[in-house]
């Protein structure tokens, strides 16, 4: 039985390379259907699985904002030290932001801050874009 399986495994595999395109249609095929039949269920399994990458980022980036020292996870984010967030999100969605900033440990690129300091820097990030521009 375990030989069998195995090969149907080594089939699939091959298969899967040869057809790695029509194998990913496929598949977000079935998943928008899936989404679209159990839209209850499916909306707690993605509340499930952002609530466990976010633990994880605190695991690894702090549990507290890196400015103030705040530490109600409700209010915390992750913070493009770089302020790169809005291409990084465009291009790889916000569950794939977060997937690369668990799996590549990136200090200069991510930190945690709580909402009101996120906010405070933004706010002076557009200021000292105002400034750089001449839009007084």
């Not at 984010?77 to 668990?102: F, P, S, W």
């Amino acid at each position: 039985m375990k030989n069998s399986k195995q090969s149907n495994r080594e089939r699939y595999k091959k298969w899967y390379e040869a057809n790695k395109e029509q194998a990913r249609k496929k598949k977000r095929e079935n998943m928008r259907r899936y989404r679209a039949e159990n839209p209850t269920k499916y909306a707690e399994q993605s509340r499930k699985a952002k609530r466990k990458i976010r633990d994880q980022l605190f695991d690894i980036y702090g549990d507290t904002c890196k400015e103030c020292g705040f530490d109600d996870k409700r209010a915390l984010t992750l913070d493009h030290i770089q302020n790169n967030g809005n291409v990084e999100r465009k291009e790889l969605g916000e569950r794939g932001v977060y997937q690369r900033a668990r799996d590549n440990y990136l200090p200069n690129e991510y930190q945690i801050l709580c909402m009101n300091c996120q906010f405070i820097k933004k706010v002076e990030t557009q200021k000292q874009n105002q400034h750089l521009h001449g839009n007084y």
